[in-house]
């Protein structure tokens, strides 16, 4: 059963970083695109990012491109997702997803950033 | 970038009734790349439809999608109060990937 599970929210000031992890079981994770994607408050799905199986291929929302950087470790089946000059606007549940082509087909339980002085 | 609009925003339904949900884009979705998903209060989403027909695996056969160019839709049949829940189309045609903002289902 494919498990991802997310850590490293909490509360930023704005400007300030955050860094946050999820650990993948369950699955080739070695194989998969995988993917972050956001909940803004009591709002819609918003995608953030990609990074493909090589940690080679990244792609990203033009509003968090320069400011969050994705990478991952294939040996240790976790995803990252470095986050500086946060803004408020990035407050939001940060949901872990496996990239099928394009269709996220497994999520985290997600992890909440809040971006507040 | 490929603006998806969902409608209706909210849905009253009744136990039993067949429901359409409509997914309309700015731009044609090539291939028919089109997902549907599901967001239960308090949980995270659950991929149904992807390729705009194609069920994910576990996914009861009384949800079905259809659809192709700008216009997609989802229909439940035999809604049941687990059915309750936060419909959101995606498209994955291009990047950025998008979503729609979403129709809620309430029995």
């Known amino acids: 059963e494919v498990d991802l599970v997310e850590s490293g929210g909490g509360l930023v000031q704005p400007g300030g970083s955050l860094r946050l992890s999820c650990k993948a079981s369950?699955?080739?994770?070695?194989?998969?695109?995988m993917a972050w994607v956001r909940q803004l408050p009591g709002k819609g799905l918003q995608w953030v990012g990609s990074i493909d199986p090589y940690d080679s291929g990244k792609y990203y929302l033009d509003s968090v491109r320069g400011r969050f950087t994705l990478s991952r470790d294939n040996a240790e089946r976790s995803l990252f997702l470095q986050m500086n000059s946060l803004r408020d606007d990035d407050t939001a549940v940060y949901y872990c997803a496996r990239d099928a082509f394009g269709v996220f087909d497994s999520w985290g339980q997600g992890t909440l950033v809040t971006v507040s002085s | 970038e490929i603006v998806l609009t969902q409608s209706p925003g909210t849905l009253s339904v009744s136990p039993g009734d067949r429901v359409t949900l409509s997914c309309r884009a700015s731009?044609?979705?090539?291939?028919?790349?089109l997902a549907w998903y599901q967001q239960k209060p308090g949980q995270s989403p659950r991929v149904l439809v992807y390729?705009?027909?194609t069920r994910a695996a576990g996914v009861p056969d009384r949800f079905s999608g259809s659809g192709a160019g700008r216009d997609f839709s989802l229909t439940i049949s035999g809604l049941g109060p687990e059915d309750c829940a936060i419909y959101y189309c995606q498209h994955y045609s291009s990047l950025p990937r998008t979503f729609g903002q979403g129709t809620k289902v309430e029995i």
């Open positions: 390729g705009a027909s």
């Open positions: 369950g699955f080739n994770f070695y194989n998969y695109n």
């Open positions: 731009q044609i979705v090539e291939h028919q790349y």
